[in-house]
Every structure is written in structure tokens, then in C-alpha cells.
């Protein structure tokens, strides 16, 4: 390959012959007038000066590679109608400062890229580099942008971005670089599928972001500002780290935290990525067909529906792993769709003593499902082989079915497991004991013992109102049966003793005490009595 350099100055441009294919400008060397120009494929070093003046751009590549200055040349300058020109896909890095100079009322671009490429701005150590224009860059096709520096586009005009471009990635700023910043009248814009992902600060007067397709993805990093509205086209907005508040999550979606980002709208799916803590607040509302996977901590603090009041389902799924928490007296509700369901791979758990929080969704847990204080009401399906846990003073409602496959587990004193339907809760109870509490909703019962099966058969009557399974040996329980004030059945158990002598003497003349609980005892404690005239009668059972 023959190199050649240019040290001098060159008032009226430079077309390299086909002779050259890789181009020095030295760092005492300028080109003006027409630029610098090579119709075939070159790669282009500039250290010193490429400024065209009129309707040229600073430098027109057939394809190739445009380098402009280095980690120690800054300073290096390519400013036209167009700074840097290409047809073909190329690459083009930047160490120092690309200009595109509106000539004419025309639109313009620092980098503009017809086919595509790869463009890099700055490095996390030099993160003055400058990309200018009309458009700082236009990209037609597709491109793989990092930048470090500023990309910078004509906030006051209509239509002009810090990046317009038709598909492709884009990564503003880094781990250890929150300073990159993209601005604009929109600070970027796609017309195609594309990927941007920010850690600095991108910025709009119009719009910071805008997409238009449902394959777009926008991830805010932990660090992120996004100033101007964020508009989906269906595509994905994802937080992937960081702590703050969500307000409004898919009505009109605003983040503040180590999240900066207001009047969000549009986008078809969310995730909360693992390295994240959300507080979700205000009315949050995932629209038809849309989705919302939460794969690290929330906290819910305001309702939240899934669903409108279209035939589409909306989903939710709490990823293995990740926890969601419902604070206070809020819930989960649902649209017109019957389909829409929430997921529980790791953990939904309610965790606040006031009031009940309803999940208006049926509910497929293959993890864990915890009432851990207050009153968790299901108003639909539970499925699953996950696992629901009810802790000490809280209450598990389960209003619809509740299926075979899960394991329900009473986890400390004074549990409430509540019962709205009769037959359909086929979960295998554990660790019910006394103290504890099965409250049958609005159902009348008259009678509760265990049989064979360590199944506790409650009655109204003759009439067998539930079955349930339990695990363990409850062989020698007995249960009380009593009203639960407000028209249903509270089903506690009692120790496995002995029917008491008063009771006892009061059953054989026929009566049962005088405010006492409805009690039955296990056939075991009937045949430990001595013989006597008749065995004594069971109250309530």
C-alpha cells in the first residue's frame, strides 16, 4: 500500500489518486476549498486541518475508514457542508472535533454515513471530542455507534438530531463515564429496529428519544438522564440498574433516581432489570397486549392494572430471583381480557399490616407467594408448583381456584388461610396448628375432623362442604367449628386431648354448654373412655 502524506497547506482542496488508499495529514498540514476527496476505497488519518468552504464537504471517501486525530492529537478539526461524507459502510473514529455547516437553508451532518458503519466518539479519557451539525450524525443505514465525547445537533431546528439514524446500536457514555451527552432538536431518533443504551445524558429539546418500531430497545442505565419525552413505538424501555421511584408506570411513565426520565410513553414492554430497587408509584397501567418483567426488587406502592379494555392480554412475571413487594393497601387488577396472567418465578410477597391488596389476575406461581402481613386476597386462579406462605397475623385468601400442584404452608401463629369457593382450593396444606386459622367465606359448617388420609373433612350436617389435604399426622386433632362473624366458618384446631369431664356429662343428658365451641374429637379419643351406657354424643359434628 503507498502511503502518502500531506504536510503543506492546500487552499483549494485535495483529490487523492487511486495510487494513494492510505492518507496522512500531518499536524502542521490543512486542506480547504473542496476538501479532502477519494472516490475508492481509503483510509483517511487526520492530524492537522480539513476545512472546505461552500457546498463540499470536508471529506468524501468512497469506503474505507476516517481517523480523526488520536488519544494525543485533540485538537485535529474536519469541518464542511458535510464534515465526513460516505457512501459505503466505513468506519469512522473521532479524537478531536467533526462539523457539518448548514450552507444554503440545507440540511447537514457532521458524519453522514449513506450505507452505515461504525462510528466511536471520544474514549472514557477524552471525552471533549465534538461531532456537529444540522444532524450531528446521519446514519442510512445501519450503524454501531459508541460515543464518550458530545454529539450535537441544532436544538432550535425542527427535525434536526444529535442522531438520526435508520437501524442499529448505540451506546452513549459508559460505566465510568456518565459525562457523553447527545443533544438535539431530538437527541436521537430510528426509523428501524435499533438498540440505545445510555449512561450519560441525552438530551432534546423537542424529544430525547424517539422510535418507531416495536423491535426498538432503550436501556437507562444506573447514571442515566434522559431531558425531553421518551417515545416508544412499541418497543421495550429497560431499567437496568439502579434505585428510585417509577411513577405511573405505562400511562405517562416518569423515573427519578439514579434514573432521570420524564413523559414516557409508547413502549410495549418494561423490565426492571436484577441489579435494580423500584418503588412503583402512583396508578400504573400496562396497556393490552404490552408486558412487564421485573428481574430484580420492587416495591409497589400504587395500584397497578394489566390489561385494558381491549380483547388483548397484558403479562406480568417476577423473573427467579427477583421479589416483588406490594406496601399497603394497593393491589393488582385487571382488564377486559381473561387471559391476562402474572408469572411468579421468584417471590411475590405483601408486606404491610394495613389493609388488603387484591390480585384481580390469575396468578401461574412457580416460585413463592407469601402473605407476610395483612390480608393478600386472589380473587382469580392460582396455579403453579410454586409455593404460598402465610406468616404469623397474616391472612391468605384464595377466592377462585387453587391447584393441586401447590403447597400451602402456615407459617407461624394466628395464620388465616380464607376460603371463598368450596372444592376448588386442592393445595396440600402444611404446618397448620392451633392458633392458626381456616376461615370458609360465607360457607356454613357444622363439623371438622380428619380422616385416614389426613384429610380434613369439614360438614354442614350430613353434607360435606371441603375436603382438604394436609400433610403431617394429625391422627389424634380435634377441630373447633365456629362462626366467623360474618356469615362463614372459622376452623381451628385443638389439642389432641381427651373430651373434658364437664363436657362429657353435659353430652350424655343431651346438652351442649352453655357458650361453649362446637367440638368434635378423633374415634381414637372416643374408644379411650371406659365402658359406659352410650358413648357421648358429638356436638356439632
Known amino acids: 500500500m503507498t502511503i502518502k502524506h500531506l504536510t503543506g497547506r492546500y487552499p483549494s482542496g485535495y483529490s487523492i489518486s487511486s495510487t494513494y488508499r492510505e492518507v496522512i495529514v500531518d499536524t502542521t498540514a490543512s486542506v480547504g476549498g473542496t476538501g479532502l476527496y477519494a472516490e475508492f476505497n481509503a483510509t483517511i488519518y487526520n492530524h492537522g486541518t480539513i476545512k472546505s468552504t461552500g457546498s463540499y464537504s470536508a471529506v ?85 455507534l459508541v460515543n464518550n465525547g458530545v454529539i450535537k445537533g441544532v436544538a432550535s431546528a425542527a427535525g434536526a438530531a444529535g442522531v438520526s439514524l435508520s437501524s442499529g446500536t448505540v451506546m452513549n457514555g459508559s460505566s465510568t463515564n456518565a459525562a457523553a451527552m447527545i443533544s438535539g432538536s431530538t437527541g436521537i431518533i430510528t426509523t428501524d429496529p435499533a438498540t440505545v443504551t445510555n449512561f450519560g ?34 418497543g421495550t424501555l429497560e431499567l437496568a440498574g439502579g434505585t428510585g421511584t417509577i411513577t405511573g408506570l405505562g400511562v405517562s411513565t416518569k423515573v427519578s433516581g439514579s434514573v432521570s426520565m420524564s413523559g414516557v410513553s409508547g413502549f410495549a414492554a418494561y423490565v426492571l432489570d436484577k441489579s ?12 393490552g397486549g404490552a408486558s412487564l418483567t421485573d428481574a430484580g426488587a420492587v416495591i409497589q406502592t400504587g395500584g397497578l392494572k394489566l390489561g385494558d379494555t381491549t380483547a388483548n392480554a397484558a403479562s406480568m412475571t417476577i423473573a427467579a430471583g427477583a421479589t416483588w413487594t406490594i ?28 389493609g388488603t391488596s387484591t390480585i384481580g389476575v390469575v396468578t401461574i406461581d412457580a416460585g ?24 404469623s397475623g397474616a391472612v391468605l385468601e384464595a377466592d377462585s381456584i387453587v391447584a393441586k400442584t401447590l403447597t400451602t404452608t402456615f407459617n407461624g401463629g394466628s395464620a388465616t388461610l380464607a376460603l371463598k369457593t368450596t372444592s376448588k382450593f386442592a393445595s396440600t396444606i402444611a404446618g397448620f396448628a392451633p392458633t392458626d386459622v381456616i376461615d370458609l367465606i ?42 366467623d362473624g360474618a356469615g362463614g366458618t372459622i376452623i381451628k384446631m385443638l389439642t389432641a ?18 357458650g361453649a365451641a362446637a367440638q368434635v374429637t378423633s374415634a381414637a379419643d372416643a374408644r379411650s373412655f371406659p365402658p359406659m351406657v352410650a358413648l357421648p354424643r358429638i356436638v356439632g359434628g
Open 442 to 483: 360465607k360457607i356454613a359448617a357444622t363439623g371438622a375432623s380428619i380422616n385416614k388420609s389426613d384429610q380434613l373433612v369439614i360438614v354442614n350436617g350430613a353434607k360435606t362442604v371441603e375436603t382438604l389435604q394436609l400433610t403431617g399426622s394429625y391422627s389424634n386433632a380435634t377441630f373447633s367449628v365456629g362462626s
Open 201 to 234: 445524558t441525552i438530551l432534546g429539546s423537542n424529544a430525547s428519544v424517539e422510535f418507531f418500531s416495536g423491535a426498538d430497545r432503550l436501556i437507562a442505565e444506573a447514571g442515566s438522564t434522559f431531558v425531553g419525552a421518551v417515545t416508544g413505538g412499541g
Open 368 to 391: 413463592l407467594v407469601e402473605a407476610a402481613k395483612g390480608k393478600l386476597d386472589f380473587v382469580r386462579a392460582l396455579t403453579g408448583s410454586g409455593a404460598l406462605k402465610i406468616d
Open 327 to 354: 406496601d399497603g393497601a394497593v393491589g393488582i387488577a385487571r382488564g377486559t381480557a381473561t387471559t391476562t396472567s402474572i408469572t411468579v418465578d421468584g417471590t411475590l410477597i405483601k408486606s404491610m399490616t394495613t
Open 60 to 144: 468524501v471517501v468512497g469506503s474505507g475508514a476516517v481517523i480523526n486525530g488520536s488519544a494525543s492529537i485533540t485538537n485535529a478539526l474536519i469541518s464542511g457542508y458535510n464534515g465526513v461524507d460516505i457512501n459505503s459502510v466505513t468506519t469512522v473514529t473521532n479524537f478531536g472535533t467533526i462539523h457539518g455547516a448548514p450552507s444554503g437553508g440545507h440540511v447537514t451532518a457532521g458524519v453522514y454515513l449513506f450505507s452505515g458503519g461504525t462510528v466511536t466518539n471520544g474514549t472514557a479519557a477524552d471525552t471533549a471530542a465534538l461531532i456537529s451539525g444540522y444532524d450531528g450524525i446521519f446514519v442510512g443505514g445501519v450503524v454501531t
Open 497 to 514: 386431648a381427651t373430651v373434658p369431664p364437664q363436657a362429657f356429662i353435659a353430652a350424655m343428658a343431651g346438652l351442649a354448654p352453655s
Open 276 to 287: 435494580g430497587t423500584w418503588t412503583l408509584a402512583g396508578a400504573g397501567d400496562i396497556a
